[in-house]
């Protein structure tokens, strides 16, 4: 029972992790369109 919680603590802390990284690169390509569009 106890391996299980832990289980599910990782994989959240992993889900959460990866949605970080993903908003973070999202935010990082649309900084980096719009410097595009100023300099042009």
Same mark, same amino acid.
């Given at each position: 029972?106890?391996? +299980? %919680? @832990? *289980? !599910?603590? &990782?994989? &959240?802390?992993? +889900?959460? !992790? *990866?949605h970080?990284? +993903? ?5 990082? !390509? @649309? =900084? !980096? =369109? &719009?410097? @595009?569009?100023?300099? %042009?």
């Open positions: 029972k106890k391996a +299980i %919680e @832990q *289980l !599910r603590k &990782d994989t &959240d802390e992993t +889900i959460n !992790r *990866l970080n990284e +993903i908003k973070a690169s999202k935010a990082a !390509r @649309q =900084k !980096r =369109k &719009d410097e @595009q569009h100023r300099t %042009e």
